[in-house]
């Protein structure tokens, strides 16, 4: 099913919103192709080709590369690479479930409510890390 163009999500959408003070939220490569304007085929070919620079993601969530909104706004496609810290590594979702023995999603859940598992420090879209 195809979304009409007047229905599709802008950029807008996904820009952190002013409330979430202290959360850190990452944008995956499909947020930042929206983000920028640029199709995410041709932002995947672009990162992993060398006919224009794609700056490395700040964090990494299991398998999932992250960008910081600045780092997007401050990226231009041909634009000039510019130094990028050392991406940061987090355990995802199982990585942590399994670190507890492997409890079900729910039960995870249940025990970061209550506390008996800390709550996960980054977001990339809608993917939890926590620290390693």
Request: charged share 15%.
């Amino acid at each position: 099913m195809r979304i009409p163009a007047n229905r599709m999500p802008t950029a807008a959408a996904y820009r952190p919103d002013s409330r979430d003070a202290g959360i850190r939220r990452y944008f995956g490569l499909v947020q930042f192709a929206l983000i920028v304007g640029v199709p995410a085929s041709r932002l995947c070919s672009w990162r992993h080709g060398t006919h224009i620079w794609v700056p490395s993601p700040d964090i990494q969530v299991g398998d999932h590369p992250g960008w910081s909104m600045a780092c997007i706004d401050a990226w231009v496609p041909g634009g000039d690479p510019f130094l990028r810290p050392p991406v940061v590594q987090f355990a995802d979702t199982a990585a942590i479930r399994a670190r507890y023995h492997g409890m079900p999603a729910s039960t995870l859940w249940a025990c970061i409510g209550d506390g008996t598992i800390p709550r996960p420090v980054v977001w990339v879209d809608n993917r939890p890390g926590w620290l390693l």
